[in-house]
T-cell receptor
Framework: KNQVEQSPQSLIILEGKNCTLQ??????????LRWYKQDTGRGPVSLTI?????NTKSNGRYTATLDADTKQSSLHITASQLSDSASYIC?????????????FGAGTRLAVHP | DTGVSQNPRHKITKRGQNVTFRCDPI?????LYWYRQTLGQGPEFLTY????????KSRLLSDRFSAERPKGSFSTLEIQRTEQGDSAMYLC??????????????FGSGTRLTVV
């Protein structure tokens, strides 16, 4: 079973609309949770990083929330733009002492249409 | 460009051939990671280095795979006797690890391998 589950698998929205992507995880205990944006054929780019004690983190039009009790996170995109079309990946790092292993979700593929 | 650089961007090879990929990390980063990503999935960890030392290898890294970071700077990932199942995007990332601090990871654009 995947330790990081994302929903929906894919999403289509119109330019200018808002959307929210979900991430549920079972990794425990965990150190931090990250959201990445990955354009087709490119490497992931970091959007937000939250430690287990943080509830929300914003980066421009991107706002991530974290509920460590329910092991859920969300990424809210405001006033979407065509350039937001990409895969959005939720990544959780467990406490591991040394290497902060990154456990990736499968991503949500977002398409923003004009 | 001070990001993570990967070469080549694309590689098509025949089954059974050997291939080698190169990753040049951000110069001040002491950790370097290799990941493999297949279509519709998130990246999967393969191995990582701190400076020149390879500290962890995933079970995904079979005997046909070998990675090096000889001088603690660039790294190479070699796949011997390639199989069709090796077709994937191979991503490299680097980070500056400091004890007690949260590290940001910078990814390269990847090398897409197609084994025919």
């Amino acid at each position: 079973k995947n330790q990081v589950e994302q929903s929906p698998q894919s999403l289509i929205i119109l330019e200018g609309k808002n959307c929210t992507l979900q991430c549920n995880y079972t990794v425990s205990p965990f150190s931090n949770l990250r959201w990445y944006k990955q354009d087709t054929g490119r490497g992931p780019v970091s959007l937000t990083i939250m430690t287990f004690s943080e509830n929300t983190k914003s980066n421009g039009r991107y706002t991530a929330t974290l509920d460590a009790d329910t092991k859920q996170s969300s990424l809210h995109i405001t006033a979407s733009q065509l350039s937001d079309s990409a895969s959005y990946i939720c990544v959780v790092s467990p406490f591991s002492g040394g290497y902060n292993k990154l456990i990736f979700g499968a991503g949500t593929r977002l398409a923003v249409h004009p | 460009d001070t990001g993570v650089s990967q070469n080549p961007r694309h590689k098509i090879t025949k089954r059974g051939q050997n291939v080698t990929f190169r990753c040049d990390p951000i110069s001040e980063h002491n950790r370097l990671y290799w990941y493999r990503q297949t279509l519709g999935q998130g990246p999967e960890f393969l191995t990582y280095f701190q400076n020149e030392a390879q500290l962890e290898k995933s079970r995904l890294l079979s005997d046909r795979f070998s990675a090096e970071r000889p001088k603690g700077s660039f790294s190479t990932l070699e796949i011997q006797r390639t199989e069709q199942g090796d077709s994937a995007m191979y991503l490299c990332a680097s980070s500056l690890f400091r004890v007690g601090q949260l590290s940001g990871y910078t990814f390269g654009s990847g090398t897409r391998l197609t084994v025919v």
